[in-house]
């Protein structure tokens, strides 16, 4: 009787420990599972990061590539078809092709300001009765492919608009989408090209760097 009493209390004991250990992997099983979830997110968020720097290089090459074509450009800067028109009728010309190029591409534009004629550039500075110089300054929201489009139009653009500053980024929240700053500068002639270099002619003693010739850097 005493030998099936120790029998119980073994049988009885190792039943406990069963339980206990079946209750312990219910409790940690779904942890586990949980952890191994997040390490494949993680890994899969990881990846996506460096496939996203990979992409962001690769943009970052081409547009430092084709920034550098059109600082090397030699491209008429913009002459109006008549006289007196006024900075605001300039701007609006130039403006609005930008805008156009922009749409085009199916980019977002988030914020845009500009300024007239910036003290530091050099035409404003020398030769503001002949030039009229505008930055336009825009955050812009785009794909890697859309941005590098709209930079090759800014590229082929018949007249002379130069990058101040281009600052790109990846969205937080999803790595193919850009957030951009592009910081441009416009210039126009204040009149038709032919009285503009009449005008250069007649005050060659200006220092006007590169105004007949090399557009500015």
């Known amino acids: 009787m005493d030998n099936s009493k120790k029998y119980y209390g073994v ?42 720097k990979r992409d962001l290089a690769i943009v970052q090459k081409k547009i430092k590539q084709i920034k550098d074509s059109i600082g090397g ?11 007196d028109l006024g900075n605001d009728t300039l701007f609006f010309t130039l403006y ?10 199916s980019i977002k534009i988030r914020a845009i300001d500009y300024i007239y ?6 035409f404003v500075k ?15 929201v785009s794909n890697y492919v859309n941005l590098g489009k709209l930079i090759q139009d800014l590229y082929q653009y018949p007249y002379y608009i130069r990058i101040n500053e281009l ?31 009449e005008a250069g002619e007649a005050s060659t003693e200006m220092p006007l ?4 010739t090399a557009l500015p850097q």
Not at 179 to 187: F, H, P, V
């Open 117 to 122: 004629n910036p003290e530091a550039d050099s």
């Open 209 to 212: 760097e590169g105004a007949a």
């Open 96 to 105: 609005s092709d930008v805008i156009e190029m922009v749409h085009a591409n």
């Open 167 to 197: 600052d790109v980024k990846p969205y937080d929240k999803d790595k193919k989408v850009l957030i951009s700053n592009l910081s441009l500068r416009l210039y126009a002639h204040t009149s038709p090209e032919e009285e503009t270099q």
């Open 126 to 140: 020398f030769g503001k009765d002949i030039y009229f110089v505008c930055d336009v300054n825009m955050e812009l």
């Open 11 to 52: 049988i009885a004991f190792c039943v406990i420990v069963v339980v206990l250990i079946f209750g312990a992997y219910k409790l940690i099983a779904p942890k586990i599972n949980q952890m191994n979830v997040q390490k494949e997110t993680i890994a899969k968020k990881e990846q996506e990061l460096a496939d996203g």
């Open 73 to 83: 450009s030699q491209k008429k800067i913009y002459s109006p078809v008549e006289s």
